[in-house]
Nanobody, 122 residues
Framework: QVQLVESGGGLVQAGGSLRLSCARS????????MGWFRQTPGKEREFVAA????????YYTDSVKGRFTISRDNAKNTVYLQMNSLKPEDTAIYYC???????????????WGQGTQVTVSS
């Protein structure tokens, strides 16, 4: 079992920055890849970024490339999502997830956090 807890969400003006954190506990080698997804009311959960166990492989959805950076510190069992140049359309609940491999398909992840709200005002 893996438990995930997100933090770092909040309200920020357009152009600002936030850093989300996802603290994981449980077996380190159980579903070691991590991903970030986001969801707004009435829409499906959307892939944002993913990272492999060692951090050597990362993926991003096109809309966040160049603005968001996913990273991880395995010594601290924490994954981060640095979000810069935020836009109102980035407003969503952000979820972290753990899976076997880094991928954009939410069905490929075994464990999910409870989510953290990010609101970007114009």
């Amino acid at each position: 079992q893996v438990q995930l807890v997100e933090s770092g969400g909040g309200l920020v003006q357009a152009g600002g920055s936030l850093r989300l954190s996802c603290a994981r506990s449980g077996r380190a080698f159980d579903s070691p890849a991590m991903g970030w997804f986001r969801q707004t009311p009435g829409k499906e959960r959307e892939f944002v970024a993913a990272i492999s166990w060692k951090g050597s492989i990362t993926y991003y959805t096109d809309s966040v490339k160049g603005r968001f950076t996913i990273s991880r510190d395995n010594a601290k069992n924490t994954v981060y999502l640095q979000m810069n140049s935020l836009k109102p359309e980035d407003t969503a609940i952000y979820y972290c997830a753990a899976g076997v491999s880094a991928q954009s398909n939410p069905g490929g992840y075994d464990y999910w956090g409870q989510g953290t709200q990010v609101t970007v005002s114009s």
